[in-house]
Structure formats: C-alpha cells, structure tokens
C-alpha cells in the first residue's frame, strides 16, 4: 500500500499528467510571469463558477483577508468579530491594521461560529464580522447576515476551506460559499480544494467598483502608471499559479464528490464507536470535506493521534489553541474559561487523511486502526 499523506499530491500530479507540463509549458513560451493572461482568465472562469462574481486574485488567502479589512477603510481602532477556532490569518491581518478583535464561540457540533453569540462580542466600534466556514461546510449565515444587517456591519466570508460548498437557503436555492457577504475570501495554498503549486489567494464582490478599488490596492495603490492614489500592497497571483489553477477548477466539484465519499466510508467505519463524533452535516450548507475531523469525547485524542502516528498514519490537530488564549492575540479581557467550547475542541478534535485520490485499501487501513484504538 502507498505511503498515507494527509494531502497527496503526488498522486494528484500523476491524474493530471501531461496536461500539467503543457500548462507550465505555454507560461515558460510567453514569459510573462507576471500578470500573463492566464490570470485574468482564471478569474473569470472563477467567477463564472462561483455564479457570476468579480474575482480578484492576490498572493495568498492571508492577503485578500487583509485587502478585504483594507478596501472597507476598516481605520484603527474599528473593531472585528472573529471566531475564537479557526486558521490565525483573520486576527493577525486585523492586528497588523491596528483593528481589534472581538471573539466569537464556536458550535461543538458544526465548528462555526454561533450567530447567538455575535451580540455578547459586539461593540459600538465594531464595523465588520469575519465569518470562518471551517472544514469545508457554511457558518450559519443567515444569522449572520441578519446581525449585520441589524448593526449594520460588513460581513467577510472566509472561504479558503470551503472553496466550492454551497450554502443551502430553506427554499432549497444555493449559493456559493463565499459570495454571500460583502466580500469573500479564499487561498490556493496547494493542501486547499483547490490549490495551486506555491501561494495563491482570490477575493471575490458582486461590486465591480468594490473589485477595482480591491485591485488597485493590490497593486500598490495605482491607479494609472506610476499614479499612486492610496497606499497599497504588492500581492499578485503568478502566471504559472494561474496556469495551474486553470487547469484544477474544472476538477474541483468532482474532487469535492471524492472527498464526501470518502467522509462516507469513514463515517460508516465509524459508526457505533461512543467514543468519536463523526462530522455533522448540517442542513444549510454542502459539505466539501477540506477536513474530516472527529472529536475524540474521552479525553484520549493525543494518545490516539500517536497511535495512528504509529502506524504510519498522519493525523492532525486543527486547532491545538484557541485564538484568545495565543500568546501573540491574548487579552486579560479573554481569560481561559471564555470561550468553553473553542477551548474544549482544541483538546478533542483530530483530523484524518483527506484528499481525493484515497484508496479504499488506504481508508480501511486507517479506519480499521482507528477502531482498534478504541476497542
Ligand atoms: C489557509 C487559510 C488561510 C490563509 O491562507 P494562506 O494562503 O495560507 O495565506 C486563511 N484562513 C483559513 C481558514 C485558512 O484555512
């Protein structure tokens, strides 16, 4: 059997085979490595699959939150509601714009935030919340939308693990995560559903003004050659990227369908183990398993991370830490106890091996040793 990876894209590289070589190839003719055009048609091709959006690439998932924060003219001292379980990228963009953060609690079931905690985190200076779709599948949006739309606050979808799910309105109309909000945001860091082969991240607004003023942020601040109207940043997506990413979308739903399948066999292994909870699909949204991550309810997650380890099988922790308690985030306004169930997942989820190219020999094999665990 094949070594397990988490992410496997070596086997992902053998799937697409010489379709590869001969993208890079047409970026290595023109040389235009920067600003070719195979970015700007990746961006329409993305945004006609996220169902018609302006979609602004940047360099990675961490620039197009901070462009994001930076083209709502979020000012120091405005404030950010931002869940307490989640990737560091949201906090760490708003500290460096001197915005501050205000923490949210997280569902033990879902992960996400919970809309009915939004209130507790407001502030009078609070001018945008940062909803994370963790994992690959929707926070609760229409309560969050509803929210900030009663404060009258920004909403800045962070979709860089759920690029392709789909929120699911009570009358069965669907959406693309990450064009529901003001803007939305996403990174092609080469272990996301769609990733490219280095760094990469886009922004997406149904605005076409909001996407200009995104891109010309992005690009320094210009405004026409050497006319600097604003103080901007450099982030681009490369040409190559672009190349890659151009070729991947097309596969993205299929390789999202693997992914939930493979969630399936897992959760079937799974079933009757008292021990672990399985991935919870919630109603509102599909699932696109960036991660399948179980929460070990027996205080022996780390002993069976190591187990697995063990045997050759890798397992990860997201999030070993809850934001609030990070050294670099920490305020005496959020001591330990604050956030109870953000606090509790860091000590109880695991995620497993999930991409799309597992075989069914490779699941058995960590199901199976998952189970042996616990009996
Ligand atoms: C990966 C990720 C990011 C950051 O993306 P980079 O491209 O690594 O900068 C931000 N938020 C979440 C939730 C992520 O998973």
Redesign the pocket.
């Known amino acids: 059997m094949r070594p397990i990876k988490m992410v496997d894209l070596g086997l992902e590289r053998t799937f697409l085979g010489p379709r590869l070589e001969a993208a890079l190839q047409e970026v290595l003719e023109h040389t235009q490595y920067i600003k070719g055009p195979e970015v700007s048609r990746f961006a329409e091709e993305l945004g006609a699959y996220l169902g018609g959006v302006e979609v602004v690439p940047c360099a990675?998932?961490?620039?197009?939150?901070q462009l994001a924060l930076m083209a709502l003219d979020l000012k120091p001292g405005d404030g950010v509601i931002v869940p307490a379980f989640?990737?560091v990228?949201?906090a760490e963009v708003a500290a460096l714009l001197r915005l501050n953060v205000y923490w949210v609690d997280v569902s033990l079931d879902h992960f996400n935030l919970l809309p009915e905690q939004l209130e507790a985190a407001w502030r009078p200076e609070v001018k945008a919340i940062v909803p994370?779709h963790?994992f690959g599948q929707a926070a609760p949006m229409q309560g969050i939308l509803s929210f900030a739309q009663e404060k009258h606050l920004y909403v800045i979808e962070?979709a860089?693990?759920a690029l392709g799910a789909s929120y699911i309105f009570p009358d069965g109309r669907t959406q693309k995560l990450g064009t529901l909000g003001d803007i939305g945001?996403t990174?092609?860091?080469p272990s996301?559903n769609l990733g490219c082969y280095g760094?990469?991240?886009a922004i997406f607004t149904r605005d076409p003004a909001r996407a200009k003023r995104l891109a010309r942020i992005a690009n320094h601040g210009q405004d026409t050659l050497y006319e600097f109207a604003e103080v901007g940043v450099n982030s681009r997506l490369d040409s190559l990227q672009a190349a890659i990413l151009r070729l991947k979308l097309p596969y993205l739903d299929a390789f999202n369908e693997r992914r939930r399948a493979v969630a399936d066999m897992y959760d079937s292994y799974f079933a009757g183990i008292a021990a672990l909870q399985t991935p919870i699909r919630i109603s509102w949204s599909t699932h696109i398993f960036?991660q399948y991550t179980l929460r070990v309810l027996d205080g022996r997650r780390d002993a069976l991370r190591a187990y697995l380890h063990e045997k050759g099988i890798p397992a990860m922790v997201y999030y070993p830490k809850p934001l609030h308690l990070q050294p670099a985030y920490f305020r005496p306004e959020y001591p330990a106890g604050s956030f109870p169930n953000a606090e509790r997942l860091a000590k109880e989820v695991i995620s497993l091996p999930m991409h799309p190219f597992l075989s069914e020999d490779q699941i058995a094999y960590i199901a199976e040793t998952v189970r042996a665990f616990f009996r």
């Open positions: 990675n998932g961490t620039d197009a939150l989640t990737y990228a949201t994370v963790l962070d860089a693990q945001c990174s092609f860091f996301k760094d990469g991240g960036h």
